[in-house]
C-alpha cells in the first residue's frame, strides 16, 4: 500500500515538473522589476540585477523592467514572463522565492523557497536567491515557440491598434489645428478717415496657455502594456500613457490629453475649456 501510494505521489510530482517546464518553455523573455517590493529602495543589494543575472545563467533572455525591449516584444508583451522575488518570514532565517507570471498576471510558475541562515542582509539575500534558483535550474530551460500564445495576442494586438489608431488621426487633426491657430498673425487696424477717432481692432486671444515654471517632481517611465506608466517617488501611478504611430508622442489612458517630446523637455498638452494648456513634466526613461 505505501509503495502504491509512493508511486502514486511520484508521479504528479513528475507530471507536475513537466507541465511548469512546457509551460515556462513557451515563453521567449522574463522582465526583472527594477524594485522587489520587500527592499527599500531600487536595486538594494544589487539583489535586482542578481535575479537578472542568474536568469541568464540557466538560459533565459532576461531584460531590466524599462530598459529598451526588443521589437517582437514591443508588439507581444505575452512572449515575455514577469517575475519578482517575496520573502517569506522566518526567524532565524531568511527566506526568498521566485514566482513567474503571465501577461495577464497568471502565476505560471513558483520556485522552492531559497534559505539562508546568515545574519548580514546582503549576504544572506544573494545565497537564499541562489538557492532558489536551484530549482529554476532544474527546469533546464529552452524555449521553445508556442503558436497558441502568439495567435492569441495577435487577434488582441490587432484590436488594441485599431483603437488607437482612431485616437491618432484625432490626434493629428488637433495637431494640425494648434499650428494654424499659432500662426495667425495680429490684425492691423484700419487707417482712419480725417476728422474721425482711431479705431483700434483687438487681438485675437491667445488659446495656449504655456507654463513654464520647471516640473517639480520627476516621473519615473515603467513599461506596461502598449505603453508606460509613469510613477512618481511614492511610488504612485500618475498617467498611464500608450504608444502612436509618432515618435515621441503618447496618449494619455483616460484623459483627453497628449505628452510629446518638445525639444529637450517632456510636455503634457490638454484642453481646459476652450484653452489649451501645457505643463512640462520630468520624465525619467
Known amino acids: 500500500m505505501k509503495a502504491k501510494l509512493f508511486t502514486l505521489i511520484l508521479s504528479c510530482f513528475l507530471i507536475t515538473s513537466v507541465f511548469s517546464q512546457n509551460s515556462i518553455n ?5 522582465i526583472v522589476p527594477y524594485k522587489f517590493d520587500f527592499l527599500k ?7 535586482n540585477d542578481l535575479t537578472k543575472f542568474l536568469f541568464e545563467k540557466y538560459g533565459f533572455e532576461a531584460i531590466m523592467e524599462g530598459s529598451d525591449y526588443p521589437a517582437d516584444l514591443m508588439t507581444n508583451r505575452c512572449l ?19 514566482e513567474l507570471k503571465d501577461c495577464n498576471d497568471k502565476v505560471v510558475y513558483t520556485s522552492k523557497i531559497g534559505e539562508s541562515r546568515v545574519k548580514e542582509f546582503k549576504t544572506a539575500y544573494n545565497l537564499a536567491l541562489r538557492d532558489a534558483f536551484k530549482s529554476i ?49 495680429p490684425v492691423t487696424a484700419d487707417k482712419p478717415k480725417i476728422g474721425q477717432p482711431k479705431k483700434v481692432k483687438q487681438e485675437p486671444k491667445k488659446v495656449v496657455n504655456t507654463k513654464v515654471e520647471k516640473a517639480s517632481s520627476v516621473l519615473y517611465a515603467q513599461a ?10 511614492s511610488p504612485k501611478v ?3 500613457i500608450m504608444h502612436t504611430n509618432l515618435k515621441d508622442v503618447f496618449l494619455v489612458e483616460s484623459k483627453s490629453a497628449v505628452i510629446y517630446k518638445k525639444g529637450n523637455d517632456w510636455v503634457i498638452e490638454y484642453y481646459s475649456g476652450n484653452t489649451l494648456e ?4 520630468n520624465i525619467k526613461f
Open 26 to 30: 513557451s515563453y521567449k523573455y522574463v
Open 278 to 281: 501645457q505643463e512640462p513634466l
Open 238 to 240: 500618475v498617467y498611464r
Open 137 to 185: 535550474e532544474a527546469l533546464n530551460y529552452k524555449y521553445q515557440p508556442n503558436e497558441k500564445i502568439t495567435s492569441i495576442v495577435t487577434n488582441t494586438s490587432a484590436s488594441t491598434k485599431s483603437g488607437v489608431s482612431k485616437e491618432i488621426q484625432e490626434l493629428k487633426k488637433e495637431i494640425a489645428d494648434l499650428k494654424k491657430v499659432k500662426e495667425l498673425k
Open 224 to 233: 506596461i502594456e502598449n505603453g508606460f506608466q509613469l510613477v512618481d517617488s
Open 80 to 98: 515575455a514572463l514577469k517575475s519578482d522575488v517575496f520573502k517569506d518570514s522566518g526567524m532565524f532565517k531568511t527566506k526568498l522565492k521566485v
Open 41 to 47: 529602495t531600487k536595486n538594494q543589494y544589487q539583489l
